[in-house]
């Protein structure tokens, strides 16, 4: 059974940062794409960033480019997120997710495992 548990979230200022941790078990981990997506209150689950299995290539949304990073580490089978210049609207709960390809998806029904969520509260 593939299992996802991400960590890291809090409550931090306006131009602070958080860093988002996402462990994962039950699945070669080195061998699926991996994405990180958010859900604020009322809104539809929306793309932030993904990576492919390799970590060579990586996506983002175009409102957290320059100032999110998405990593993993094979070895630590774990899945990672920098935010910086954190805003309001960043808020929201972050899940982290993977789907059975290499390859990466901005669609979060290309997505068949996922976390229970991190809440990320952006707020002075």
């Known amino acids: 059974q593939v299992q996802l548990v991400e960590s890291g979230g809090g409550l931090v200022q306006p131009g602070g940062s958080l860093r988002l941790s996402c462990a994962a078990s039950?699945?070669?981990?080195?061998?699926?794409?991996m994405g990180w997506f958010r859900q604020a209150p009322g809104k539809e689950r929306e793309f932030v960033a993904a990576?492919?299995?390799?970590?060579?290539?990586?996506y983002y949304t175009d409102s957290v480019k320059g100032r999110f990073t998405i990593s993993r580490d094979n070895a630590k089978n774990t899945l990672y997120l920098q935010m910086n210049s954190l805003k309001p609207e960043d808020t929201a709960v972050y899940y982290c997710?993977?789907?059975?390809?290499?390859?990466?998806?901005?669609?979060?029904?290309?997505?068949?495992?996922w976390g229970q969520g991190t809440q990320v509260t952006v707020s002075s």
């Open positions: 039950g699945r070669t981990f080195s061998n699926y794409a």
């Open positions: 990576i492919t299995a390799s970590g060579r290539t990586t």
């Open positions: 997710a993977t789907r059975p390809t290499v390859l990466v998806s901005t669609s979060p029904h290309q997505y068949d495992y």
